[in-house]
């Protein structure tokens, strides 16, 4: 199958697995009525076993090639704090270098801000599970600016 060039196309190509996704969902609510979603999750994985690896794989597999652009061809910014060490900025620069089309992938870099940079309800440091989190103002109100200009550009 064969992705559409436009950007309409691609706005319509992902309005449908949008609707898809929607639909599906509105089925299975409807013919099982869970309100317990851990149990429902538990129920699936103890019916599937094994498969259910491969099943939350494919899900994982196609979150992030949605996000580098493997699945749905097109653009991508990635906004990151400098002062990250959680996952530092160079290494997802590293990564980024070894996709087939790096060029489509934008990255920004905001020296200073940590993890979470953009989350006011931070404070400016705090240590969070295995790294280092905090709100950062200026990097945020940037970032801001940035996504405004980055959808401008994607429509």
Sequence with gaps: MRLPESRRGKR??????????I?????ISRLVPHN???????????TLGAWT???VGTFAFLETGAFVG??????????????RDITPANLCREV?????APAAVRIVVYP?????????????KVQYGFGTIGYHPEAAASARKEVEQFLR???
């Design 53 to 55: 690896y491969l099943l």
């Design 96 to 100: 980024i270098k070894k996709l087939t």
């Design 153 to 155: 550009i994607v429509r």
């Design 36 to 46: 317990d979603l851990q149990q429902l999750l538990e129920d699936v994985s103890n």
């Design 70 to 83: 493997l699945v749905v061809p097109g653009e991508t910014v990635m906004l990151l704090g400098g002062a």
């Design 112 to 124: 200073g801000a940590r993890h979470a940079f953009d989350v006011p309800e931070l404070p400016a």
């Design 12 to 21: 319509i190509t992902i309005a449908l697995v949008a609707a898809a996704v």
């Design 23 to 27: 639909g599906v969902y509105y089925t």
